[in-house]
């Protein structure tokens, strides 16, 4: 049986991991990509190319790693024989 706690912090740490790098990763980008990858992120709700956009970005992210944890846990969980 899967924990909520730990899957759920798990999927917070590696999504959040991957923000911030996909954060630095911008300063890399010109042109048609950076453009690409400014629109992709402008996709979650709330979010702006500022600090205060960035931790709504984040919030966000975090939000959506818990929904995902906590639908993964649930499917795992009752999919196993007893």
Not at 1 to 6: A, G, P
Not at 36 to 58: C, D, K, N, Q
Request: one cysteine or more.
């Amino acid at each position: 049986m899967l924990s909520l706690k730990r899957y759920g912090w798990l999927c917070v740490l590696g999504i959040e991991v991957a923000y911030v790098g996909c954060m630095i990763y911008r300063f890399f980008l010109n042109g048609a990509a950076l453009s690409l990858h400014a629109s992709l992120f402008e996709l979650l709700p709330g979010f702006s190319w500022g600090i205060g956009g960035m931790v709504i970005g984040a919030i966000d992210l975090f939000i959506f790693a818990w929904i995902f944890a906590w639908y993964m846990v649930w499917m795992h969980n009752t999919s196993i024989q007893k």
